[in-house]
């Protein structure tokens, strides 16, 4: 089993910017990626980026392409999230994920994709 616990999360203005992270424990060795997702009220889980985890190769969805950082500390297991400019439809859950292979084409895009789930931060932008 591997347990994800998120922090960072909270209430922030429009044009400002948050750090998320998200630490790792439990049977982590041999894990291939972390990704984060987010999930507002009413949507579907997006996906948002993810970081392989031997050489960092990293994935974004469009929408956050250019405002989000993902990176990692493979020394601490964690896995950060930066976001920047942030707007008022960035407002969501926030969950970091494990996944344990590479899987199918396309499957670091999608929840079904990864293993095991933090249990959120809550982010609130306000305009």
């Known amino acids: 089993q591997v347990k994800l616990v998120e922090s960072g999360g909270g209430l922030v203005q429009a044009g400002g910017s948050l750090r998320l992270a998200c630490v790792a424990s439990g049977r982590t060795v041999g894990r291939y990626a972390m990704g984060w997702f987010r999930q507002a009220p009413g949507k579907e889980r997006e996906f948002l980026a993810s970081i392989i985890w031997n050489g960092g190769r990293t994935l974004y969805a469009d929408s956050v392409k250019g405002r989000f950082t993902i990176s990692r500390d493979y020394a601490e297991n964690m896995v950060f999230l930066q976001m920047n400019s942030l707007i008022p439809e960035d407002t969501a859950v926030y969950y970091c994920?494990?996944?344990?292979?590479?899987?199918?084409?396309?499957?670091?895009?999608?929840?079904?994709?990864?293993?095991?789930w933090g249990q959120g931060t809550q982010v609130t932008v306000s305009s």
């Open positions: 994920a494990d996944k344990k292979n590479p899987g199918w084409h396309g499957s670091a895009r999608t929840s079904s994709g990864y293993d095991y």
